[in-house]
């Protein structure tokens, strides 16, 4: 073995002992995905493909997607986006899976958004 600037090596290779190393990577957020797909608008992506996309976003942003939840719908409800019994079985679902968060696939209202966050912090808190 050899001193260096670096560290000590063995065979040409930085040495550390187990015992020194720290884990410092912090664990990954959880989320489950929600996707509806709008029967009377014309997207550009199928909901497999704009789901898919998100995910990968979400990857990007270090987080871990552990559940996927679809709905179709003619139209959007207004205050929760999906319907009432599609918000029972996210709310479900999410604890059960454990998900810090939940990211749906269109763009919500503020008021949605409220909406979210209280039924989820009722669920979580």
Do not use: H
Not at 64 to 73: A, D, F
Not at 83 to 97: F, H, N, P, R, S
């Amino acid at each position: 073995m050899t001193g260096c600037g670096s560290g000590w090596k063995r065979k040409n290779k930085p040495y550390m002992s187990k015992l020194n190393m720290l884990d410092t990577e912090s664990p990954k957020e959880k989320a489950l995905l929600v996707g509806v797909n709008l029967r009377r608008s014309e997207d550009l992506l199928s909901l497999e493909d704009s789901l898919q996309e998100l995910e990968l976003l979400a990857d990007t942003a270090g987080v871990e997607v552990v559940g996927v939840e679809t709905q179709n719908l003619d139209t959007p409800n207004s205050k929760t986006f999906i319907g009432k019994g599609k918000v029972e079985e996210v709310k479900i679902l999410a604890g059960e899976l454990d998900a810090d968060m939940v990211i749906f696939d269109n763009e919500l209202s503020p008021v949605t958004s409220v909406n979210w966050r209280t039924l989820l912090e009722s669920r979580y808190g």
